[in-house]
């Protein structure tokens, strides 16, 4: 079992930056990937990035560019920096933990860009 808990969303004008983090709990070293999604009303849920126990890391189209995933292993946490946000990056932002055995969402948390 895995628990994730998101922090820093919050509401940030178009063209500036957010960060957020994900920690971990429970089995932590299951983990071998984080990923990053977003959810909007009446959309599916959108990949923004994620990165490997090794540390690649993968981005979605909307956000390639503009977003930079890191983790810390030793303290088990996933941040997810944006940058230059834009109005459609609104939406609920959810941390997932891909173990070998489920894959783990958190609560998600909110982001809103006012233009």
């Known amino acids: 079992q895995v628990q994730l808990v998101e922090s820093g969303g919050g509401l940030v004008q178009a063209g500036g930056s957010l960060g957020l983090s994900c920690a971990a709990s429970?089995?932590?070293?299951?983990?071998?990937?984080f990923g990053w999604y977003r959810q909007t009303p009446g959309q599916q849920r959108e990949f923004i990035a994620s990165i490997s126990s090794s540390g690649d890391t993968y981005f979605g189209h909307s956000v390639k560019g503009r977003a930079t995933i890191s983790r810390a292993n030793a303290t088990n946490t996933v941040d997810l920096q944006m940058n230059i946000l834009k109005p459609e990056d609104t939406g609920v932002y959810y941390c997932?933990?891909?173990?070998?055995?489920?894959?783990?969402w958190g609560q998600g948390t909110q982001v809103t860009v006012s233009s």
């Open positions: 429970g089995n932590p070293n299951s983990i071998n990937a």
């Open positions: 997932v933990a891909f173990t070998n055995q489920n894959d783990y």
